[in-house]
């Protein structure tokens, strides 16, 4: 009798690690439990029977972000986050505002791979394969246009007009993340040695330092 209670135990912990950290679903839903001491690939799952209708979703993605900053962009995100219904399923949505000639910085999406839909304004958008070619695959986009960024590849976009200009872009991650160039490589806390920027940029250490201080 013990032993079955033992084993029923060590079943028990191990069901919960496979829930906790499957990414693919294994029932109908998973809406995230931000309380649950659990932690996993993921999160843990709420109690199906205190789900609703909000857990997924999320309302003012009609409204554009503040791009009042040195990139002029802004990007609003309807990740896990923000809509806890995504948890397991592998999507996400964000909004991408772009002041005049507003940039998002080089950057990748660890986990997602990213179709993106202009819906108003014209993009100069690109991405660069990996090494040993770093082939710069660019175009310049309009309202209505759908381009792709392949998983993980460092990718950006530019507003290249006098107006506003805004995009919707899907990502096939519940949690896509960002890994922006500028900020990871000389916005880190603390800094990458000046020494290993220096040499890997091939530039003087106080070119380094000025960089480092814009982060
Ligand atoms: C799910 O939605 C309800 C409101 O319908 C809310 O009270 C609850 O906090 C939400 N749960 C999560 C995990 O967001
Ligand atoms: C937009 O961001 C700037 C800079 O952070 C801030 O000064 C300004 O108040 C913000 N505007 C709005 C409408 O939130």
Request: include cysteine; aromatic fraction near 8%; charge should be negative.
């Amino acid at each position: 009798m013990a032993k079955n209670t033992l084993l029923c135990c060590i079943l028990a912990i191990a069901c919960t690690f496979v829930v906790a950290s499957d990414p693919a679903p294994l029932q109908d839903f998973c809406v995230a439990d931000f309380n649950s001491p659990v932690l996993g690939n993921g999160v843990a799952c709420l109690d199906p029977e205190h789900v609703t209708a909000d857990n997924f979703s999320l309302s003012g993605l009609d409204v554009p972000g503040n791009v009042s900053n040195p990139q002029g962009s802004a990007i609003t995100l309807t990740t896990v986050g923000q809509i806890p219904g995504l948890n397991t399923l592998g999507i996400s949505l964000v909004r991408i505002d772009y002041a005049p000639w507003g940039v998002v910085s080089p950057h990748t999406d660890p986990r997602a791979t990213e179709i993106l839909l202009v819906i108003e304004g014209t993009l100069l958008i690109g991405f660069v394969t990996s090494n040993p070619d770093n082939k710069l695959i660019t175009k310049v986009i309009q309202k209505g246009d759908v381009f792709v960024f392949p998983e993980g590849l460092i990718h950006f976009q530019q507003n290249v007009g006098y107006r506003s200009a805004f995009s919707y872009s899907g990502l096939s991650s519940q949690n896509p993340g960002v890994v922006l160039v500028p900020d990871t490589v000389f916005g880190s806390t603390p800094h990458i040695a000046t020494d290993v920027l220096a040499k890997a940029f091939q530039v003087d250490k106080a070119i380094v330092g000025q960089i480092e201080a814009k982060f």
